[in-house]
């Protein structure tokens, strides 16, 4: 199920943003929200490349951005994917650039 | 237990229409990689592939035909009368009920299937071409090669993701061998580049966005390639006795399963098969000379494949000459264990060893001789082509220089 465009926006504030990903995070890993922290690694949650490539399908769906992910360059992402904080703080940057990019 | 001898292979790849061309652009290190064109890339990350150029379906099939043959179908046929042709045999006069024609396939009909789901799920299309289901199904391509050619033998076609070929041609070879087939024809074809296939592979986030590099430092993935390679394979005795041209010999063949992930290999899984190669073929270590590398260019195949080389092949490993030549025609999926066959036997035939094209840079975790960029004259005895598949399923075939 994808939002619609009115609705994304309306979502994209820091806050609700860091809500999101926590709960895309905790889904995938399958672990209790309220455990992961913003210094939490994604390794100790042990979570496997295909684990990581469904999570970023999954941020990608619901922010309505492109994450310029290769499991065989992940430097080249431009978004780190060793801690729950940077993931968080990667994403807000990529849909600042997303709304950056749409007309008013 | 018969001896196996190939004495026919054709091929349509990237690097051309024939085996001449497919060969000589390996002996030359030529990559076929470049832009995809045969569809458009716009809303594609990977705009890149290793397409078979020039393909003109009208110079080899009549219009009523070409309706009934996937692109996967058309390429495979294509291979085979030229691997039939250079074998000599034909099958109506006596051999067609001890002819099997087993073909590896990892997807089938995807073009068919593409263009059509496109239609009555975008378009609204309320019916579709009665040829739909006949064209898509993925042991096509192999009941047009029976029709075509008279065989009447068993048939069918082998499904194992990106070692589809590899089982196909180890099948085969242990059929002939067996003495249960006198002839197999057998080899892979495969055809995915479309729109709905790219887009899946997008979302795996394992497609090189430059070119395809194996065992390189720098390697950013794999890419893509389609094409059709086709051997007549047969018993050493029956080839002697109609004096036909003998191409290589097939020696052994070994499978095995990781029981691991459905997208990380094993090395274990990995040298299990290479192993098992060897003792089928009653091979040791030290006869191996070259390795035909399974080499798809991500960071994971080409560590897990030098493990597993090294710990079959013990100090040998730093001896022996290993390439890929994905990095040349692409990762054709059911199909590059075909064209890897051909790759191997032109290189046990005419002594040379096909490089790994695109190498920059070595990888402290690749530390084997993986002949960068420039092909090297030299004689071959033995070779293994290893195939090792998505979902762990693994087969190596070794092949053996007929003097």
């Given amino acids: 199920m994808s939002l619609d465009q009115t609705e994304k926006a309306a979502k994209a504030d820091p806050a609700t943003i860091e809500g999101d990903v926590l709960d895309i995070i905790a889904r995938q890993a399958k672990v209790e929200r309220a455990l992961l922290t913003r210094s939490t690694s994604l390794a100790e949650l042990n979570v496997q490349s295909l684990d990581l490539v469904e999570i970023i399908f999954a941020l990608e769906d619901k922010f309505d951005i492109e994450v310029p992910y290769n499991a065989n360059d992940p430097s080249s992402a431009g978004v780190s994917f060793q801690n729950v904080g940077d993931v968080i703080d990667g994403i807000a940057k990529l849909i600042g650039a997303r709304d950056a990019r749409k007309p008013a | ?403």
Avoid at chain 2, 57 to 86: H, M, N, W
Avoid at chain 2, 169 to 194: N, P, Y
Avoid at chain 2, 316 to 322: F, M, S, T, Y
């Fill in chain 2, 1 to 403: 237990m018969k001896r196996v001898v190939i004495t026919g292979v054709g091929a349509v790849s990237a690097l051309g229409l024939d085996l001449r061309a497919h060969s000589e652009a390996l002996r030359a290190g030529r990559s076929a990689i470049g832009p995809i064109t045969i569809i458009s890339t716009e809303g594609l990350v990977t705009k890149i592939g290793a397409e078979v150029r020039g393909f003109d379906p009208a110079a080899y099939f009549e219009s009523g035909k070409i309706a009934l043959l996937d692109r996967c179908a058309q390429l495979a046929l294509v291979a085979t009368r030229e691997a039939v042709a250079a074998s000599g045999l034909t099958f109506r006069d006596g051999l067609g009920p001890r002819t099997a024609v087993v073909l590896g396939a990892g997807v089938g009909g995807q073009t068919t299937q593409d263009e059509n789901y496109f239609r009555v799920y975008h378009e609204g299309a309320k019916r579709l071409h009665p040829f739909t289901i006949p064209k898509l199904m993925i042991s096509a391509a192999a009941s047009h090669i029976t029709m075509e050619h008279g065989i009447t033998g068993p048939s069918f076609t082998v499904a194992s993701a990106c070692a589809s070929a590899n089982h196909a041609i180890g099948v085969a070879f242990h059929m002939v061998r067996s003495g249960s087939a006198d002839v197999a024809i057998t080899g892979g074809t495969e055809a995915t580049i479309t729109f709905g296939t790219m887009k899946g592979w997008d979302a795996l986030r394992v497609m090189a966005p430059d070119t395809c590099r194996p065992f390189s430092r720098d390697r950013k993935g794999m890419v893509l390639g389609e094409g059709a390679a086709v051997a007549v394979i047969e018993s050493l005795e029956s080839a002697k006795a109609r004096g036909a041209q003998i191409l290589a010999e097939i020696v052994g063949f070994g499978m095995s399963s990781d029981a691991g992930d459905i997208v990380l290999p094993s090395p274990e899984g990995a040298a299990a098969a290479i192993r098992g190669c060897l003792v089928d073929a009653r091979l040791a270590p030290e006869q191996v000379d070259y390795i035909n590398a399974h080499g798809t260019g991500t960071a994971a195949n080409d560590i897990t494949e030098t493990k597993a080389i090294h710990a079959v092949m013990g100090a040998h490993a730093k001896r022996l000459a290993v390439s890929s030549t994905k990095s040349m025609h692409g990762h054709a999926l059911g199909a590059a264990g075909a064209l890897e066959l051909a790759a191997t036997v032109i290189a046990l035939r005419d002594g040379f060893i096909p490089p790994t094209a695109n190498f920059t840079e070595a990888d402290p975790q690749c530390d084997l001789d993986y002949v960068p960029n420039e092909p090297r004259v030299r004689p071959i005895g033995v070779a293994l082509s290893n195939s090792f598949a998505f979902g762990g399923q693994n087969a190596v075939l070794a092949l053996r220089a007929f003097k």
